[in-house]
């Protein structure tokens, strides 16, 4: 083997990982583009999901306000203190009581609500 094989080894096998080394880095290259492209669009969303959690933040904060203003005016107006029984005489509540033991009120019918059970007789057959 004269030198001229073996530079012509040595400048194949240079040439060789050189055009190795320009795919991989062009491969790598479109990857990574590929990745930034990717990084870029999870970004955008999760811009656009914040922006749309902080308006319904918004929109719940003002539904409670006016969930809140909606019973105030709904608010059933407070109502009078009953009036106080008048006091009745001891004496006179004891006279009704003696009259309410002394002439019972009458007992009032009321209907039968379902027929007295009657038991049959088994035949012995």
């Keep these: 083997m004269d030198n001229s094989q073996t ?50 933040r918004k929109q719940i904060e003002q539904l409670q306000r006016e969930c809140h203003e909606l019973r105030l005016a709904v608010r059933p107006a407070p109502r009078p203190a009953p009036a106080p029984e008048p006091v009745q005489d001891p004496a006179e509540a004891a006279r009704l009581y003696a009259e309410s033991k002394l002439n019972p009120q009458a007992a009032k019918e009321r209907p039968q609500a379902f027929k007295d059970t009657v038991v049959l007789r088994r035949n012995p057959e």
């Design 7 to 56: 530079i012509q080894m040595l400048g194949s096998l240079v040439l060789g990982l050189v055009l190795g080394a320009g795919a991989v880095f062009a491969w790598l290259s479109r990857r990574m583009k590929q990745e930034h492209q990717r990084l870029l669009h999870v970004e955008q969303a999760r811009q656009q999901i914040s922006q749309q959690v902080t308006q319904a």
